[in-house]
């Protein structure tokens, strides 16, 4: 018995030594908010220290994953008494000039999980991750508290402050967006009390400024209804945004995409290529050829390709934000003859060069043919994988466009071939070069453009002393 209690005792002391570090404050929805030395906008987590002793963190560690809890060694850092530490979630897996960086970076709308142990192995502390809209946090309503809070204002590196209650519910409609089988009479409702509710039917983002939610609203055309609940408490945010395409009066054999944005119809009729170079946000929804939801979500859109761009009908890049709040890629086997079923990126393309609506002798299908060929000739090449769709830019019917896999990314890399975005030495890093106009490093080891530059100076210096040879 004597033995039992000392063992009690000091495991009593244990615990209450580590309880005095906590999960203080997180965010994953960090796209523009607080950059790391890098300069990044990267995904963080805040320890904070209760007690009133140093603690140095070495050897203990961080994981996203409750199946792999030691996932990745501390090699540094402190959390001083009273203070913080900013832990940014990069993969960068180091610890230098006082910056710390995890192995892995968090994706809030999976959920995950955040956990962190001592250099035993033994839990310390741990949060499931809830996602929040982009530039907001979670935390302990003060810090260290039991209590945890939405905040709009983060407070990585200082006191929490000026928490704030759950968003709104998200409004409620009536009825599934998707193929209607004729007019439709649409409610929107909150369960929340003291809230108002506004939509637009334009795809446009609704506001405190768009109509006001009185009555159902008669549907009768494709249309794009987006709502969103306001609550007249100061203390809880406005809700996620709700977005639903309504379609009336078509059959289509093949998949059906419905984008929609505040820019979209900008960006898809100003025949200036140059004119839109940076992304703008908007919605998708993946549905069947019945016209079945398959999955949705919020991201970023961009210019795809270069001769679409002479026509109506452009190429686009979508791009899922895990750091809006809503999803983190298309949740579906697209591809037929892949088994892949999360897409975080889809190229949209229009197939310009190969359009039989714009040049002579086009089909529309030669590319997509050949990288399908490909394919099944087991060629093991990065081919873009292919998949026709119907596309409906704000409700309105766009055309026949292809989705086709994106190789260019890291989702794509680690899927196939298990090499992930890394910054750290090591077997598993990719070095990704792109090159349109100039040369750029789009993922992998730092450094890797001199390392390529390094190659073609010496390519070409050779090439030079073999010609003066003859």
């Avoid at 999976?110 to 962190?116: R, S």
């Avoid at 990719?430 to 349109?436: A, G, I, N």
Wanted: aromatic fraction near 12%.
């Amino acid at each position: 018995m004597k033995l039992n209690l000392t063992v009690a005792f000091f495991i009593s002391i244990l615990g209450h030594c580590y309880s005095q570090i906590v999960i203080n404050e997180y965010s994953a929805a960090n796209m523009n908010s607080t950059a790391d030395n890098y300069g990044e906008f990267e995904d963080w987590i805040e320890l904070y220290n209760t007690g009133g002793a140093d603690v140095d963190i070495t050897g203990w560690y961080f994981s996203d994953k409750v199946t792999k809890p030691l996932k990745n060694l501390v090699t540094g850092g402190v959390v001083p008494a009273g203070g913080y530490l900013k832990v940014f979630c990069t993969g960068r897996d180091e610890f230098s000039g006082g910056n710390l960086h995890t192995s892995f970076k968090l994706t809030q709308t999976k959920p995950e999980e955040i956990l962190i142990s001592d250099a035993g192995g033994i839990l310390i502390d741990q949060i499931q991750m809830v996602p929040c809209q982009n530039g907001h946090s979670r935390g302990r309503t003060t810090d260290g508290a039991a209590t945890w809070s939405l905040f709009t204002s983060p407070t990585l590196g200082a006191s929490n402050t000026n928490a704030k209650q759950e968003y709104a519910t998200k409004p409620l409609f009536d009825i599934a967006s998707g193929i209607q089988g004729g007019n439709i009479n649409l409610t929107i409702s909150s369960p929340d009390a003291n809230v108002s509710l506004y939509y637009t039917n334009d795809g446009s983002t609704p506001n405190a400024g768009s109509t006001p939610v009185s009555g159902a609203i008669l549907l009768t055309t494709n249309t794009v209804i987006r709502s969103i609940s306001i609550s007249s408490d100061p203390n809880i945010p406005q809700s996620f945004v709700e977005t639903n395409t309504y379609f009336f009066n078509i059959s289509h054999t093949m998949k059906i995409l419905s984008i929609c944005g505040d820019e979209v119809m900008d960006f898809i009729n100003d025949q200036a290529p140059g004119s839109f170079s940076s992304n703008f946000r908007g919605a998708l929804e993946f549905f069947t050829s019945t016209g079945v939801l398959i999955d949705e979500g919020e991201g970023e859109f961009n210019k795809h390709g270069n001769d679409s761009w002479a026509y109506d009908q452009r190429g686009i890049d979508f791009i899922m934000r895990d750091q809006y709040g809503y999803n983190y890629a298309i949740q579906d086997q697209i591809y037929r003859g892949k088994s892949r079923t999360s897409h975080q990126r889809l190229m949209i393309k229009a197939a310009a060069n190969d359009n039989v609506s714009f040049e002579s002798g086009g089909a529309h299908i030669r590319d997509a043919y050949v990288q399908s060929l490909s394919q099944v000739g087991g060629l093991r090449m990065d081919e873009r994988s292919y998949e026709p769709a119907i596309l409906y830019v704000n409700g309105q019917y766009w055309g026949l466009y292809e989705i086709r896999e994106k190789v260019g990314d890291s989702d794509f890399t680690s899927y196939y071939y298990d090499q992930d975005e890394k910054y750290s030495g090591g077997p598993n890093d990719v070095q990704f070069l792109r090159t349109w106009g100039g040369t750029w490093e789009e993922m992998g080891a730092p450094n890797a453009q001199n390392d390529w530059n390094t190659l073609v100076n010496f390519i070409y210096r050779k090439r030079h002393e073999y010609s003066s040879k003859f």
